[in-house]
């Protein structure tokens, strides 16, 4: 198997899943700042553009996140980040399902339709005039978020789980763009403090984040 | 276990996996029409206030269809409509969200922002003026995907799948709400046919939309 790897919050996010797991593969670095992945051949490989991806050793080329995620987790069944039984898997899903719809989807549109703009113009349809909208869509479901999380240490479940990683992989890079999570979530501070004390929160960030050019 | 349900795409979407698998469940009806699934008791199960939703026997409350949908694909692998590999499994859920990105969410934001806009406004945030690009941005998804359709039945695979049923909900009702599929659109058109030959694709239909009020 084979990483397509690079710089920004998704790569990082499988990063630390695997790092949780302790799983190590061979990286295909790609310059995702230069817009590598938004030509061919990887837009061969991966019509969306996206990045990570992951490539078996059967040539099957996978995208998304969460997807890629779900496939290592069958590989490596230990620790459990998404569920030893249906139902645990199904909260798990659902709670991920939530912290991308509520929060890291608009996010991330509020980045680059706003922050990103420049970057993301010339790479796909932006629409600008929703970007404010889309922060405060965010930041409503942090907030919703943060009254749910009272009492719990994690998201999903009573341990670590991909819902967990999701978020802080994506609010650590909003922190640098403009999107800093609001400490009135205290609910959601003290846990991106326990998140990122994780050794997997700082063995995934990236060699161009770790050179202070960007966060994540 | 019992099947929270109602009208509407997302409903119909778990009735039609259900009908393809011939997995029957108690069902509540919840009034989507009358805001009942924006109020508690439904929110209390549900904070995230959507439809439909599982009750299981242990008391878990599972929301968002595609989690559903692979919970009960655990219970009832057979025929496999996410995948009977690992291998399947991923690639047919990698599918499955690019439906999802590249068309299904545009279109339902385009169309709660829009012609549901009088609806959705006192029951969540809205961004009307994002409804033209959501749109759009369906619309280009669509495209997208009818050129990778080239050659091929279904979307993921060689047989039916989770991924084709997320779309074939979602288009059905989109054409009852100013969103039709383009007929240009010719490998969709085709495989649109099929599915709505299917018998499940009959007997998901919501005795509300029989009723001749909405689609899908």
Sequence with gaps: MKFYDAVGPNPRLVRMFMAEKAIELPKLEIDLLGGENRRPPYTDKNPGGQMPALELDDGT????????????????PKPALIGA?????????????????WITEP????????????????RMRTIPQAADDLKALAREGL???????????????GTISLADIVLYALLDFAAGVGQPLDAKNRNLSAW?????????AAASIHPIAKAGKMRG
Excluded: N, Q
């Design 61 to 76: 080329f996978l995208a998304e996140t969460v997807v890629i995620c779900e496939y290592l987790e069958e590989l490596h």
């Design 143 to 157: 907030e919703k978020l943060d009254a749910l999380m009272a009492g719990r240490e994690f998201i999903a479940r």
């Design 85 to 101: 039984t249906a139902v645990e898997r199904a909260v798990t899903r659902m709670w991920t399902r939530r912290v991308e719809l």
């Design 192 to 200: 991106f403090s326990r998140m990122a004390a994780r050794p997997s």
């Design 107 to 122: 996010l991330s549109a509020g980045f680059r339709y706003g922050e990103g703009l420049a970057m993301f113009k010339g």
